[in-house]
């Protein structure tokens, strides 16, 4: 992950839970991380509605750990319209207005007007770009033959110049609030990439 988020004590390699699985160290330290992990993280997201519920979770993550996100999920997608960018670009003032009283999701208001704003721009994607949000967004994935595993967290990169040009064509697009490190972590959770790392039970499964 590249959110900053390293559970105190842990390794910076793998760690085998109690069910005799290899998972990365962040994966292994509370269970919500770990069914995100084993099921979700690196595997292939495809669709605009998917995609763009990542791309907004990112935006909302940043300054904060992913757990934050990941247990709030459910909150976002009943605020969000279920990630609907049809129902999410007509937001209006009252719609902000709920969403910043709304606990059940990260109440800030930059990130709430980016989430509207880049609805949106998925919207407007489907006539600029063949194939809309799915096409630009996978445009970007690095060939995985080219890609060592890395082994330890240390070796999991923040940015890839494939992140900062995809941050560069969404922005193009109308996005906001979606910088090179946030448009990486969307790689990463959307199986752009694998960062799983070498020896962890997880890698490659979304391709096998």
Not at 176 to 199: N, R, S
Request: hydrophobic share 40%; with cysteine; glycine share 12%.
């Amino acid at each position: 992950m590249t959110d900053g988020t390293q559970p105190a004590g842990a390794s910076s390699g793998l760690v085998v839970g109690d069910d005799g699985l290899a998972r990365c160290s962040w994966g292994a330290s509370t269970p919500d991380y770990a069914v995100y992990h084993d099921g979700e993280w690196g595997r292939p997201v495809r669709g605009e509605t998917a995609l763009y519920e990542r791309f907004t979770l990112e935006a909302f993550q940043s300054g904060l750990s992913w757990l934050t996100i990941l247990r709030k999920r459910e909150g976002f997608r009943s605020a969000f319209a279920g990630f609907d960018a049809e129902q999410v670009a007509r937001f209006g003032p009252d719609d902000e207005a709920r969403l910043m009283a709304d606990p059940g999701i990260v109440r800030n208001r930059a990130k709430v007007a980016a989430a509207i704003t880049n609805a949106r721009a998925v919207l407007a994607m489907r006539d600029a770009v063949d194939g809309g949000l799915d096409a630009l967004v996978w445009s970007f994935a690095p060939d995985r033959a080219t890609r060592p595993a890395p082994a330890v967290l240390g070796d999991v990169p923040a940015t890839t110049p494939e992140s900062v040009a995809l941050s560069k064509a969404l922005k193009r697009n109308g996005f906001v609030f979606v910088g090179p490190t946030t448009a990486y972590a969307a790689m990463q959770a959307c199986g752009l990439v694998d960062d799983h790392l070498t020896g962890c039970h997880a890698r490659g499964a979304g391709w096998r």
